[in-house]
């Protein structure tokens, strides 16, 4: 995601910057969703098959969902909208919403399930007998996904409709079992492994509906259109639907970017931006993964949110950010999308690169007229900045990386920790370690990380074995020793 507080203080100094454990990429031996879903305008009801693929070495005998519009609901515990933000999440008014579970089926079987988890936010669904490693099982879950007015990541609001999460999300597998993901609102509290997905969409033909998906099938009949996309080796599907959306479409880099806008005075600069971060975020990491990336401009409180090969934009930006945005949202394609991580336990893994992509990307645009130095200058003074703040608020300031979405006090603290102070930390590296190294690292990170998770330590490894003396460094800025 791109935090508010970092755009206000791009927007003062001209410039600052603008966020799933385990993906196999080996055809057939991965998760399979298969969802069929129909939405009226402010109900979507679906019927979701899932073949899950045991990639783990235990046996299972229950699967767990992660049921994110649940959090949306009157008396949630977690609630995506913070208490800061609600006047501009529900500019007309308090709304709320909720996913019911209609009934789900094993192997064609009906089945016992329960939705449970610290806030209604988990189905568990119990197989009924033990699914080994390698071996395979189909689960059919009914939903209906009631959606609230809000400017969220789950909602209806003035010019669209935003659909992530809008299905049960398969909790990732760590060594203790299936991650549950409370959905606190500071950073992105998302966490899942990769799968492959055909989506199916009907609705009014007056939405335009831009997905994570490449469509494959169109049908029009009485006012409504059936389209069916896919998407491989992904961490979540995504969708925004609007009846307002113009639409450009760019191939030159090899892949299909699409920009989705409703209120664009420049729609072909917005979408140089997506194109030349494309072209510039390949050539320095390595390829794009999917054969399409949609660029979304849509209502949405904080800068942008990333998704496998579709990010949101907040449709209100200035023009300076929203550039900015759609760089640091099509850098998260390479961190977070790809290279995944717990986003509770470690968001500053994606965050922190996604940011630093950012200056790399100006740095090699002048055109933009952002230079490095002037870039890692400001982060360095909102660091220090926030360092001052919190130490002169509580006596001493706490600057380590390595806690949980839960362990922030909110976004000012969030934003510095996770998104700033790594940004410095890769800048640093890149001035120690020397270009050669840093790129080669970077380069090393993507390419055996890419559809898997990554946790902290691990781009450590990849810097050492590229020569870098990286363990002590990294160690120092994890645990908050660093000196900026
Ligand atoms: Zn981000």
């Not at 009924?128 to 490693?133: R, S």
């Not at 879950?141 to 010019?159: E, K, M, P, Q, Y």
């Not at 999917?290 to 200035?318: C, H, K, R, W």
């Not at 600057?399 to 640093?428: H, Q, W």
């Amino acid at each position: 995601m791109r935090k508010t507080a970092l755009l206000l203080s791009a927007t003062l100094v001209l410039s600052i910057f603008t966020c799933l454990i385990s993906c196999k990429d080996k055809s057939g031996n991965i998760t399979e969703y298969q969802i069929d879903a129909k939405f009226d305008g402010k109900v979507l009801t679906a019927t979701q098959t899932v073949d899950y693929y045991n990639d783990t070495e235990t046996a299972i005998e229950k699967l767990e969902f992660n049921l994110y519009g649940n959090a949306y609901r009157k008396d949630a515990k977690y609630s995506p909208v913070s208490i800061h933000t609600v006047a501009q999440s529900y500019p007309d008014g308090i709304s709320y919403g909720d996913m019911q579970i209609n009934q789900v089926m094993v192997s064609g079987e009906k089945a016992e399930f329960l939705v449970e988890g610290k806030d209604l936010n988990l189905l568990t669904v119990e197989l009924g007998k033990e699914i080994f490693p390698e071996e395979r099982v189909l689960v059919d879950i009914d939903f209906t996904l009631n959606l609230a007015n809000v400017v969220s990541r789950t909602g209806i609001n003035r010019h669209t409709v935003n659909l992530g999460n809008f299905y049960p999300i398969l909790c990732a597998r760590n060594q203790n079992g299936f991650y549950e993901c409370n959905y606190y609102s500071v950073g992105d509290p998302f966490f899942s492994d990769c799968a492959n997905y055909q989506v199916t969409l009907t609705t009014n033909s007056d939405y335009t509906v831009a997905t994570s998906g490449k469509r494959i099938s169109v049908l029009e009949q009485g006012g409504k259109v059936t389209q069916t996309y896919k998407i491989n080796n992904a961490r979540s599907f995504a969708m925004v639907l609007s009846k307002e959306f113009e639409c450009i479409t760019d191939n030159s880099t090899g892949t299909e970017i699409n920009y989705y806008y409703y209120k664009d005075d420049n729609p072909i600069k917005s979408m140089e931006y997506a194109v030349k971060s494309m072209n510039y975020f390949e050539k320095t990491f390595g390829e794009y993964v999917y054969e399409t990336y949609s660029v979304v401009q849509t209502g949405f409180v904080q800068g942008g949110m990333e998704y496998p090969a579709l990010v949101m934009i907040n449709g209100d930006l200035e023009a300076g950010a929203y550039g900015e945005v759609i760089v640091h949202e099509t850098a998260h394609q390479w961190w977070q999308v790809a290279v995944g991580n717990n986003e509770i336990e470690y968001g500053f893994l994606d965050e922190g690169l996604a940011e630093y992509s950012v200056v790399l990307f100006f740095e090699n645009h002048p055109e933009y007229g952002m230079k490095r130095e002037n870039l890692v200058e400001v982060s360095e003074k909102t660091f220090k900045s926030f360092c001052t703040v919190y130490d002169k608020l509580f006596g001493a300031v706490n600057t380590s990386m390595l806690r949980s979405l839960k362990d922030f006090s909110g976004e000012y603290e969030y934003v510095n920790i996770a998104y700033i102070k790594p940004c410095i930390m890769y800048e640093y590296l890149r001035k120690t370690a020397g270009e050669e190294r840093f790129f080669k690292g970077l380069k090393k990170y993507y390419e055996q990380y890419k559809f898997k998770n990554a946790e902290p330590y691990d781009v450590v490894g990849v810097f050492e074995k590229v020569g870098a003396d990286a363990n002590g460094y990294f160690d120092t800025f994890y645990t908050g020793k660093e000196i900026i």
